[in-house]
């Protein structure tokens, strides 16, 4: 999406309104960041007690557009939360009337939601019900269950016959739960070491205002930079503090004539060296991933060979504080992260070595507790994936809970999953021979920004 330039001008606005007009834009096809020359025109009845007041407006186009993309941002929706409402001209601020009538929870009340008021934003179907954090006492949990731990050696090193046997074992795996565990990858543990103890370095050597420097922003689909302590999104105070890198973030060498600049990213340009190194070796398994999970569907292993030679990817790296310290006690409440599906093909997490990651079973709608063998990677498919494969590979439902054990709720918790993504301009189509498809085609960033509007706020849609 272009960059737009934003033209600050107030006009009033009723969340009742019904018929809304709208002056024309500056902007014309093949223009792009150019400002409206007024406000948006709004006109109605206000139908409805109380208005909210459009702060700015600004039009932008992308090229080949046949009319420019209008956005009205409120200065207080009735919800309390600033938000960006955009589409065509008479759409935009239709939207926020819309969305002021259904207000999210706060990150506050977010302790004891759970996903039903956010089910709007799903682009997949998920007939599950959950909290977003623990509940003491009011969840059962399925203490027989195991996720499958599949060899991919097999695959990494095997002939023919061992590719098709871990295909058809992670296919297995993933269509009984979304899960899997990776050994056989062959990369070095000292590897996944290394990066525990920058993890810890880099939220602990710096402090906060430092870290604010490079406060989460909007990089195309994805927030990315630092995330504070219960800031990881609107809907729940998460226990955690994230922080977000994409591709872009590190000089991989491969990608453009201008490597990036590191110090735009990174407080600490050893860090990127180290967190490179761990995702390039991750890289190296994603089509050995993917080609393995189109073999179990029936298709051709190499569809997607070209599309994810140069994968985009997302790295988070959490830091869990200590739940109780000579500070205080957290939020008994809260989990340390919510419970949530990937937005993504599939993530890679390498196994945390502390309790915490719960994984919900479709099946009987129980939790499971998922602690993996030391060094292996837990796999799991994410939205993009339970898209395009008809529902067959389920985006599943996980969080991280607070620990049982006393003494581990003194401790804190690192873990740093990656992500990885179809590019945004790609489309997401349901795959050949799955069935009947139950979803349109959809480019992956109107998916990924409408799916994660739950989490960042409705303006962060694309919709257009």
Not at 8 to 31: L, M, Q
Not at 289 to 317: F, K, N, T, W
Not at 408 to 414: D, F, M, N, S
Request: hydrophobic share 35%; with cysteine.
């Amino acid at each position: 999406m272009p960059t737009p330039s934003v033209s600050r001008r107030s006009v009033p606005f009723h969340p009742g309104d019904a018929g809304i007009e709208t002056s024309p834009c500056a902007g014309s096809p093949g223009e792009t960041g150019r400002s409206a020359p007024g406000p948006l025109q709004l006109s109605g009845a206000d139908r409805r007690s109380g208005s909210a007041r459009i702060e700015s407006v600004y039009c932008m186009t992308s090229s080949g557009d046949d009319a420019p993309v209008c956005r009205a941002r409120s200065a207080r929706p009735r919800s309390g939360r600033r938000a960006v409402y955009s589409g065509r001209p008479r759409r935009a601020a239709r939207r926020l009337a819309l969305m002021d009538q259904n207000p999210k929870k706060t990150r506050a009340e977010g302790v004891d939601a759970t996903n039903r008021d956010t089910i709007r934003y799903d682009q997949v179907e998920k007939t599950q019900t959950y909290r977003f954090a623990e509940g003491a006492g009011a969840e059962a949990f399925d203490e027989s269950f195991r996720v499958r731990t599949c060899d991919i050696g097999r695959f990494l090193r095997g002939d023919e016959r061992d590719k098709r046997a871990f295909a058809d074992e992670l296919g297995a795996a993933l269509r009984e739960i979304g899960f899997a565990i990776l050994a056989g990858h062959g990369i070095a543990p000292e590897l996944f070491e290394r990066a525990e103890r920058e993890v810890d370095r880099l939220f602990t050597a710096h402090s906060l205002e430092e870290k604010l420097r490079f406060r989460a922003a909007r990089h195309g689909s994805v927030n990315q930079g630092y995330f504070p302590l219960e800031e990881t999104s609107d809907i729940h105070p998460d226990l955690v503090e994230g922080w977000v890198f994409c591709r872009r973030a590190f000089d991989f060498g491969d990608d453009s004539a201008r490597p990036p600049r590191i110090a735009d990213f990174w407080p600490d340009p050893a860090a990127e060296a180290v967190f490179r190194a761990l995702c390039r070796a991750q890289m190296e398994l994603v089509l050995p991933v993917v080609q393995s999970m189109l073999r179990s569907l029936g298709c051709d292993p190499h569809l997607y060979d070209e599309r994810l030679a140069r994968p985009a990817i997302g790295l988070r790296l959490n830091y869990y504080p200590p739940v109780e310290s000579a500070d205080g006690v957290l939020n008994p409440r809260a989990g340390r992260l919510l419970g949530h599906e990937d937005v993504d093909l599939f993530t890679l997490l390498p196994a945390p070595r502390s309790e915490g990651l719960q994984v919900l079973n479709r099946a009987n709608f129980k939790w499971i507790r998922l602690d993996a063998p030391p060094d292996t990677i837990i796999l799991n498919t994410g939205d993009y994936m339970q898209r395009i494969s008809n529902d067959i590979f389920p985006s599943t439902t996980h969080r991280v809970s607070q620990p049982r054990d006393p003494e581990l709720r003194r401790r804190h918790r690192v873990s740093f999953p990656m992500n990885v993504y179809l590019r945004e301009d790609e489309l997401l189509e349901v795959l050949p021979g799955t069935g009947a498809p139950k979803y349109e085609p959809i480019r992956a960033l109107e998916f990924h920004t409408r799916t994660t509007a739950k989490y960042y706020g409705d303006d962060y849609a694309v919709t257009d």
